[in-house]
């Protein structure tokens, strides 16, 4: 599985910004997919997932109620929604692919997309 993430870039603290993570393959809606992020100087964390079994999503506490993922299972796309943005969401966005839970472990991993949100 090849996963290419697009739609990071510059947005004021408030605004929005939605990613996508294009996964290649005809296996996509088995997979559960989640949204990693990674802050300069800090250590990539999950952000949220959207299970491949029953579509449930899963969210970090610093995101939830501000960001939503959804799955395109017939276009092999995974969407991350992001509103509200404040300057602490600034990080390289990575999505992954994984055979089991939200908890992973995930196998496969795009090369991340950057979002910058400015003050």
């Known amino acids: 599985v090849q996963l290419v993430e697009s739609g990071g870039g510059l947005v004021q603290a408030g605004g929005s910004l939605r990613l996508s993570c294009a996964a290649s393959?005809?296996?996509?809606?088995?997979?559960?997919m989640g949204w990693f992020r990674r802050a300069p100087g800090k250590a990539r964390e999950f952000a949220g997932a959207?299970?491949?079994?029953?579509?449930?999503?899963n969210y970090a506490d610093s995101v939830k109620g501000r960001f939503t993922i959804s799955r395109d299972n017939a276009k092999n796309t995974v969407y991350l929604q992001m509103n509200s943005l404040k300057p602490e969401d600034t990080a390289v966005y990575y999505c992954?692919?994984?055979?089991?839970?939200?908890?992973?472990?995930?196998?496969?991993w795009g090369q991340g997309t950057q979002v910058t949100v400015s003050t």
């Open positions: 992954a692919a994984g055979r089991s839970s939200y908890r992973g472990p995930y196998d496969y």
């Open positions: 393959g005809r296996t996509f809606s088995t997979y559960t």
């Open positions: 959207i299970t491949w079994y029953d579509g449930s999503t």
